[in-house]
Nanobody, 124 residues
């Protein structure tokens, strides 16, 4: 059974940085795609960034391009989301997701496995 556990959320001032981690377990992820999503109160869950486990392909949402970067540590089976120049509108619960494949899917219903989420709050 695939398990995803996020960590690294917290409260940060606008302009600050956070790095989220997603520890994955339960199988070999070399043929998986990992995604980061976020959901703010009253809003739908939205795609933030994603990439193939091999790192051959990554994709960022327009709202975070140039500020957020997805990366992974194969030895630790962990995917990261480095978030810089944070804005109040980045405030949300951030989720890690996974599915098999080689394409960076961007809709939440295309992912099979989800973590429990980690809260990110950016103060102005």
């Amino acid at each position: 059974q695939v398990q995803l556990v996020e960590s690294g959320g917290g409260l940060v001032q606008a302009g600050g940085s956070l790095r989220l981690s997603c520890a994955a377990s339960g199988r070999t992820f070399s043929s998986y795609v990992m995604g980061w999503f976020r959901q703010a109160p009253g809003k739908e869950r939205e795609f933030v960034a994603g990439g193939t486990w091999t790192g051959g392909s990554t994709y960022n949402a327009d709202s975070v391009k140039g500020r957020f970067t997805i990366s992974r540590d194969n030895a630790k089976n962990t995917v990261y989301l480095q978030m810089n120049s944070l804005k109040p509108e980045d405030t949300a619960v951030y989720y890690c997701a996974a599915r098999s494949g080689t394409y960076v899917y961007r809709r939440s219903n295309e992912y099979d496995y989800w973590g429990q989420g980690t809260q990110v709050t950016v103060s102005s």
